[in-house]
């Protein structure tokens, strides 16, 4: 009886699948994903205000929401002439890292860690070298930032080159927390206009 039992729900379920799919279940998901992702721009700028005002930046950079990364909220801007993608992270708070940590230097320490924790894949960085300092003007912020270079573990002779910047503001849930702007390329693409021009951009 108990096998009986099981048989029939191995078949509803797979009857259940097969009408998901051959009822449009599929395309609807996915159309719901897409819409999540890529809402208008005007509708991108309103809701994400609690990352910054996007509403300056240029139509080159697309604008798009991510999926949550192990529990931090992240947008992305694709520089659409050449690809190079920008995303921020919302740290929630400013625990992990803040902007005195570009004061004080301790950011020379913790730059690694972070960004081994910000990754969306399972590679390390090594050789890692701080080449350049420095601090955006944004539209009514400082924003500190620095570039970096690195060897990409498990990946012969594959270098990356990075921007790292940071700013804090207040977040959905009113508590002021750590926005880390990340763009990684191969360092032979490598070009620093396409993120300053989007950070200088923005507003708060």
């Known amino acids: 009886m108990g096998c009986l039992k099981s048989l029939i729900k191995k078949i509803l379920l797979l009857a259940l699948i097969v009408a998901f799919f051959a009822f449009g279940g599929y395309a609807f998901v996915k159309d719901k994903i897409k819409q999540y992702q890529y809402p208008p721009r005007d509708n991108f700028v309103?809701?994400?205000?609690?990352?910054?005002?996007?509403?300056a930046v240029s139509g080159d950079y697309q604008l798009y929401r991510s999926f949550n990364f192990f529990g931090y909220k992240k947008i992305n801007a694709k520089y659409l002439p050449t690809g190079q993608k920008i995303t921020i992270f919302d740290l929630k708070d400013e625990n992990l890292i803040s902007v005195s940590d570009f004061l004080t230097g301790e950011i020379d320490e913790k730059i690694q860690a972070v960004l081994?924790?910000?990754?969306?894949s399972i590679i390390t960085y090594e050789d890692f070298e701080i080449i350049e300092k420095g601090k955006y003007s944004a539209r009514n912020k400082q924003i500190p930032y620095l570039v970096y270079k690195a060897s990409v573990k498990n990946?012969?002779?594959k270098e990356v080159i990075g921007t790292f910047a940071l700013y804090s503001n207040m977040n959905d849930e009113q508590k002021v927390s750590s926005k880390i702007i990340l763009s990684i390329v191969d360092d032979k693409a490598y070009n620093p206009v396409i993120v300053k021009n989007f950070a200088t951009a923005l507003g708060f």
């Open 46 to 55: 309103e809701t994400e205000t609690n990352f910054a005002d996007f509403s």
């Open 116 to 120: 081994n924790k910000m990754k969306d």
């Open 155 to 157: 990946v012969p002779f």
